[in-house]
């Protein structure tokens, strides 16, 4: 665990893995002191910013570092929810020839095994979901795409996500939804929060 300073509101905590970062955000999540305002988790960090004016930089980075960290699967999740996919997507194919598995068996291991939004970011919306087959992981594409179509379904590494509105990406894309992922008038707007389980299904 290393702790940085962002800010005179704000520590960075930084942790040597995503399962450690879950395993700390957890056990903070359930003990806030007065004072939290936010916590937010990323593949190796969590964020904390706190009222200055309610609780001291020092003593926030000590309830950081005496927290023991809780496994989250020890709770139920907070949220099922089941996504429609069409894979048609234009990486599906090469994909297959990087994990060695067929069309049919890339298709059948995305939809094998629930997956689980682990944190959100890059763009509001965008959940970063773990938890499926470990025959999935696949690098980034060498060259990112300028444009990536709302509810483009896409892997990265030990991820897959769903591209919330068009933007720029990386991601290899195996699928399309028509599921909106990011609806500002829906409360909350983001479909996809830590925590909220997803179950794909082949339409």
Known sequence: MRILDVGEAAILVEFEDLDTVLAHFHALDKSRPTGIRE????????????????????????????????????????????IQVRYDGPDLEEVAEITGLGVDEVIAAHIGS???????????????LTGGAPELQVPRRDS??????????????????????????????????E???WDPARTPPALLRPGV????EHV
């Open 114 to 128: 629930p997956w689980t939004v682990a944190f959100c970011g890059f763009a509001p919306g965008f959940g970063y």
């Open 39 to 82: 916590l937010i988790p990323a593949a190796r960090t969590v964020l904390v910013r706190f009222d200055r004016e309610t609780i001291r930089k020092d003593r926030v980075a000590e309830w950081v570092r005496t927290s023991e960290p809780q496994p989250a699967e020890i709770e139920s999740p907070t949220e099922e929810i089941r």
């Open 179 to 181: 599921e909106p992922i």
């Open 197 to 200: 389980v997803v179950h794909f």
């Open 144 to 177: 990112p795409r300028t444009s990536v179509p709302a509810g483009a379904v896409g892997l990265a590494g030990k991820f897959t996500g769903i591209y919330p509105h068009s933007s720029p990406g990386g991601w290899q894309l195996i699928g399309t939804t």
